[in-house]
Nanobody
Framework: QVQLVESGGGSVQAGGSLRLSCEFS????????MGWFRQAPGKPREAVAA????????YYSDAVKGRGTVSLDSAKNTLYLELHSLVPEDTAMYYC??????????????????????WGQGTQVTVSS
């Protein structure tokens, strides 16, 4: 079955950086879209970034554009998210997810959590001021 395991979260001071990892297995589709999402207490889950394996093409939310980099190491089956210039508003549980990709590409649906059927358990990021 599909498994995704996030790691790399922790506590960091504002202005610092983190690299989150998501090791995945069991996904057999040739092309896929992997997403990073986050959820703060009392708030809905929101998209952070996505990686489409055809191209590849990367997508970022406005909240992290310019501060985040998503990358994939196919040999290690690991998706990464680097975040810099962290602010307290980045505090959240970070999740990775995966869904099948299509040759038609990635549309405006990429930030919607409902589009992704497989999820990891999350890794907590806490940014202190």
């Amino acid at each position: 079955q599909v498994q995704l395991v996030e790691s790399g979260g922790g506590s960091v001071q504002a202005g610092g950086s983190l690299r989150l990892s998501c090791e995945f297995s069991g996904y057999t589709y040739g092309t896929y879209v992997m997403g990073w999402f986050r959820q703060a207490p009392g708030k809905p889950r929101e998209a952070v970034a996505a990686f489409y394996t055809v191209g590849p093409v990367k997508y970022y939310s406005d909240a992290v554009k310019g501060r985040g980099t998503v990358s994939l190491d196919s040999a290690k089956n690991t998706l990464y998210l680097e975040l810099h210039s962290l602010v307290p508003e980045d505090t959240a549980m970070y999740y990775c997810s995966v869904r099948q990709g299509f040759s038609s590409g990635v549309g405006s649906w990429w930030p919607r959590p409902s589009e992704y059927p497989f999820w990891g358990q999350g890794t907590q990021v806490t940014v202190s001021s």
